[in-house]
């Protein structure tokens, strides 16, 4: 049998492909029929010491380069990826699941947006000069953090390879990153690309594995910093880990985000709002609004339209562009949505579409709207990962308010609502790091994306994530003699 989208081998490493056959073997499937696509191997202690050897030799010569070299690099990478973004949607659709219709416009292309944008910013990146008291001064020097760890959760691979490649390189750093165990594919063309447009040998690589891989790498002393995106668990697990070494970290976790749509609001840019924020990538979102919460006032007529629009939903073959609706990213993940869906019914929420299972091959489950659900429901509670939107409802806005903010969670939060003044004070009083106003799930790369309380440390994307890749020298500068007191 050949696997047409098989890669060359397992890991990229040093600027090129290196297998590993005693690694645990790690079967990629195709969530779309449940069929094997790719044999790869998890990374050995072999693997990620070449890996860190490669990357810790590479760095300093590239963090001497100038910002605008590494720069150039990282935007003919960028073009490159927007040359080949068909062939790198399939690839993405092959490893997700996710539909053609949404790769095509949502992964590469966002992957090349990053690298683009930190390509422009990388020769701009620049201390201050801060003058003193008595002709003294004082300047600022930005220096890369060194080796930079990647960790990548399931449901945008490409995306979040690049969004922590392009800023970590253009401060002048190396990575190695380590993409979920369930989408290993997209990230070795990601590192594939990176050096056919110029990057030094050793600067990204890529090792496959789960959590028995990421560990080593977050614990090694020769790692500076650590950025994952995944559940809050592991969050926890990997940030205590980190801190052990004193480690710089970006942790981008889970949530259970609200949205707030009022009676004033346009019904239907609202259930826009709701349907991108739920069923968008089979509602593998982590700033998914789930706990929708919608004034009495509209409550029917929101539930009524919502119904309509759930009609338009296209569920099939994801290679096919007109599906818009795909399959969940694994028998696991899909078998954890129909857990939550039976609890749901169980607690009592009135299930008002979807529920059930596809009747075709893969991991495919209806897109699910519960109503009447309340603040004390698991639903209401825990981030479920799948196409399942939670309608609640409220009176005031000061209840809303309340309510939404009721959560350990503080990734995203949105409003819907035509009074300008109530849409901005809900913003302020959100517990959020992300937020949306009459739109809900947009991710720009010029805009700082990441969440407070549990779901998160730290920025990715815009100028905010300079930070999180680079620290500051300071140099005190005399100008008379240094005196002393004897
Ligand atoms: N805030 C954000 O930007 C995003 C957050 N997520 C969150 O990710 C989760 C879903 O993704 P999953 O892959 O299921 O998350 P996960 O937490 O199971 O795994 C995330 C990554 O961590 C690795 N890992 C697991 N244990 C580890 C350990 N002890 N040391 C080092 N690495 C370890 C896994 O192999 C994987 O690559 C959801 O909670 C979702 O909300 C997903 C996308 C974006």
Redesign the pocket.
């Given at each position: 049998m050949t696997y047409p989208l098989h890669p060359e081998a397992s890991h990229f490493v040093n600027g090129r492909y290196l297998e590993d056959t005693t690694g645990t073997p790690l079967d990629v499937i195709y969530p779309a029929t449940g069929e094997v696509i790719a044999h790869l191997f998890e990374a050995t202690p072999a693997v990620i010491e070449q890996a860190i050897t490669s990357a810790r030799a590479a760095q300093k010569d590239w963090a001497a380069r100038s910002g605008t070299e590494r720069g150039r690099i990282l935007r003919r990478a960028a073009d490159i990826i927007r040359d080949r973004n068909h062939d790198l949607s399939v690839l993405e659709t092959h490893d997700t699941g996710k539909p053609l219709q949404e790769t095509l416009v949502a992964d590469a292309t966002s992957g090349a947006d990053a690298l683009e944008y930190y390509g422009g910013l990388a020769a701009s990146l620049t201390g201050d000069h801060i003058p003193l008291g008595d002709g003294n001064w004082a300047y600022t020097i930005r220096e890369a953090l060194g080796l930079c760890v990647g960790?990548?959760?399931?449901?945008?691979p490409t995306q979040?390879a690049c969004w922590k490649a392009a800023p970590a390189l253009a401060c002048g750093n190396a990575m190695i990153f380590?993409?979920?165990?369930?989408t290993p594919l997209s990230a070795l063309k990601v590192a594939e690309i990176l050096v056919e447009a110029g990057l030094p040998a050793g600067l990204f690589n890529v090792v496959q594995?789960?959590?028995s891989?990421?560990?080593p790498?977050?614990t090694d002393p020769r790692v500076d910093k650590v950025s994952?995106?995944?559940?809050?668990?592991?969050?926890r697990?990997?940030y205590a880990?980190a801190a052990a070494g004193m480690k710089h970290v970006t942790m981008?976790?889970?949530?259970k985000s609200p949205m707030v749509v009022f009676d004033d609001a346009d019904l239907d840019s609202a259930v826009s709002g709701a349907i991108n924020g739920n069923f968008y990538s089979s509602g593998?979102?982590?700033?998914n609004g789930t706990r929708v919460f919608v004034q009495n006032g509209i409550k029917e007529a929101f539930l009524a339209r919502l119904a309509e629009r759930l009609r338009g939903a296209i569920i099939g073959d994801p290679l096919d562009q007109a599906t818009n609706f795909g399959p969940m990213v694994s028998a696991g993940q899909l078998g954890i949505v129909e857990r939550y869906i039976a609890k749901g019914i169980e607690e009592g929420a009135r299930l008002v579409a979807g529920g059930k299972r596809v009747d075709r091959d893969g991991f495919y489950i209806e897109p699910t709207v519960f109503a009447d659900v309340t603040d004390d429901m698991i639903i209401a509670q825990e981030?479920i990962?799948g196409p399942v939107m939670c309608v609640l409802d409220f009176d005031d806005e000061a209840e809303a308010l309340a309510r939404a903010n009721d959560t350990e969670f503080g990734?995203a939060a949105g409003v819907f609502t035509a009074d300008l003044t109530r849409a901005h004070r809900m913003v302020q009083g959100f517990e959020a790091g992300t937020c949306f106003i009459n739109s809900y799930n947009d991710a720009p790369v010029e805009m700082p994306?990441?969440?407070v309380k549990m779901?998160?440390v730290g920025r990715?994307n815009a100028k905010a994530a300079i930070d999180h890749y680079s620290q500051l020298k300071s140099v005190f500068v005399r100008m008379d003699a240094c005196e002393a007191a004897f």
């Open positions: 960790i990548g959760a399931w449901n945008y979040i380590k993409p979920s165990e369930t594995g789960a959590g891989v990421g560990a790498l977050v994952l995106t995944g559940s809050v668990p592991t969050g697990k990997v880990a981008e976790l889970g949530g593998q979102v982590c700033s981030e990962f990734l994306f990441g969440g779901s998160g990715e």
